[in-house]
């Protein structure tokens, strides 16, 4: 059995005093894809901001495992902090070049002589021709890749994606996740990754939970996710019979 990461229990939040999120309990265990499925508003960022220690929920704990103590969002040391990487779903960039971009956690991390580092990730993401292009002037595709090596290059223990491949092409949907199973396969990193694309959790994920209203309806291996989900509504969420 891996270690868990995370441990949950009675997790509640709301904003203005409406609840959006209520878990009873959740483990997520070190090492795992884990793809959180659902449609929009069922609470998906609210549950990663709140992985994320963005946000603390306004009831119950949520504690992250990454050393001897458990860390919650009150406690957490920045050498910790530093272990957990995060994809927004609409990253937001340096008005700079792609390569200082991908460059800068490693010098805000005092690390002055990364150019071999960034070159390598540079060629991961396939951008070594645009290494000095503006941020502003890559595509949708382009900056959701640099958005991504930004956080590849510090080799966070644990990654949480907000929809990193959501409106961008084909082309691009498998750039980004060859370079996630990669990562999974070279780091062992934990992924944690919001998607309301069914297919994109069959191909990536360990395993799979269904969000709806906020509550987590079933979390299982893929397999059993797909295959024989236990729950009706995963069933016809899977199905595409789910109206949202
Ligand atoms: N900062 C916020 N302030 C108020 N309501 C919010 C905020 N963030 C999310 N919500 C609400 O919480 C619910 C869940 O949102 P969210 O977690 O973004 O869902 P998802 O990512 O699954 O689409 C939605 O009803 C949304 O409107
Ligand atoms: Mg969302």
Do not use: C, W
């Amino acid at each position: 059995m891996s270690k868990v990461l995370y441990a949950l229990k009675d997790v509640e939040h709301s904003y203005a005093q409406r609840t959006v999120l209520r878990i009873p309990a959740l483990d997520i265990y070190t090492g795992e894809i884990l793809a959180l499925v659902g449609p929009s508003g069922a609470g998906k960022s609210t549950l990663l901001r709140l992985l994320a220690l963005l946000e603390a929920p306004v009831r119950g704990t949520l504690h992250l495992h990454l050393g001897e103590r458990p860390i919650t969002k009150a406690d957490a040391r920045i050498h910790e902090r530093r272990q957990l990487g995060m994809v927004f779903q609409r990253p937001i960039l340096l008005s700079r070049s792609v390569r200082a971009n991908v460059a800068y956690g490693l010098r805000l991390r005092g690390q002055r002589d990364a150019n071999a580092q960034v070159d390598a990730m540079l060629e991961r993401i396939a951008m070594r021709d645009l290494a000095d292009a503006r941020a502003q002037t890559l595509s949708g595709g382009e900056l959701q890749r640099v958005a991504l090596a930004r956080a590849l290059i510090l080799e966070p223990r644990l990654l949480l994606l907000d929809e990193p491949t959501a409106n961008l092409d084909p082309h691009n949907v498998h750039l980004i996740e060859t370079l996630l199973r990669e990562q999974h396969e070279r780091y062992h990193t934990t992924l944690v990754l919001v998607t309301h694309n069914v297919f994109q959790a069959k191909r990536l994920a360990t395993r799979v939970a269904l969000l709806l209203d906020g509550e987590l309806v079933e979390i299982a291996p893929s397999a059993a996710f797909f295959e024989s989900p236990r729950d009706p509504r995963t069933a016809a969420f899977i199905s595409g019979d789910l109206i949202y």
